[in-house]
């Protein structure tokens, strides 16, 4: 079955500084990478994916890069604000969805 | 729609109990999908229903969990007896598609066992 691998657990950054998550992945066939953000308390929710026919896509401060060959994926966010400050899971599908450890983003102001 | 509803947002219920947790989804999805969330294991798939039919429930732990979607606006997820180490979130999400649509999680169940 899927297995997703992410990195860091754990990253700081100054506000405006960017951060990079990274994952990667174990099963050829999984096309579909979605990743979810959850705030302290709350429920994750989607702010980007990604599909297997696409290498790179942006929303914002947000991206996403893929590399099939490689098998991994990275979520990219730039000027980061406090407000970006929440745990981030990475996710893989190829018969059902698996997600990352998740990696809790703090900022710093 | 008021999204994905769970029943209860807390429990608190002694080892050996029966415990029974609730998930309304959105009205038109026809996934659904149940998550554990622990500090140590991350969120964990446990069974997915596609049209109220279980597809993979491959996750559920051990016999001690069942669950059922006895039809497309309810679901529940049920330990039978509970133990400390059940306590986690537990998150019900519902989806358009079953593999590639966005998860919608309801605000999830914290469940501890004393």
């Known amino acids: 079955g899927e297995n997703v691998e992410q990195h860091p657990s754990t990253l700081s950054v100054q506000e405006g500084d960017s951060a990079v998550i990274k994952c990667t992945y174990s099963?050829?066939?999984?096309?579909?990478f979605p990743w979810y953000k959850q705030e302290l308390g709350k429920r994750p929710q989607l702010i980007i994916d990604i599909r297997s026919n696409v290498g790179e896509k942006k929303d914002q401060r947000i991206a996403v890069t893929l590399n099939k060959t490689a098998k991994h994926f990275s979520l990219h966010i730039t000027e980061t604000q406090p407000e970006d400050s929440a745990v981030y899971f990475c996710?893989?599908?190829?018969?059902?969805?698996?997600f990352g450890t998740g990696t809790r983003l703090q900022v710093f102001p | 729609d008021a999204g994905v509803i769970q029943s209860p947002r807390h429990e608190v219920t002694e080892m050996g109990q029966e415990v029974t947790l609730r998930c309304k989804p959105i009205?038109?999805?026809?996934?659904l999908f149940w998550y554990r969330q622990t500090m140590m294991r991350g969120l964990e798939l446990l069974i997915y229903f596609n049209n109220n039919v279980p597809i993979d429930d491959s996750g559920m732990p051990e016999d001690r969990f069942s669950a059922k979607m006895p039809n497309a606006s309810f679901s529940t997820l049920k330990i039978q007896p509970s133990e400390p180490r059940d306590s986690a979130v537990y998150f019900c999400?519902?989806?358009?598609?079953?593999?590639?649509?966005?998860?919608?999680f309801g605000e999830g169940s914290r469940l501890t066992v004393l």
């Open positions: 996710a893989a599908i190829a018969d059902k969805l698996i």
């Open positions: 999400a519902s989806s358009t598609r079953q593999h590639t649509g966005e998860l919608f």
């Open positions: 009205s038109g999805h026809n996934s």
């Open positions: 099963d050829s066939a999984s096309n579909y």
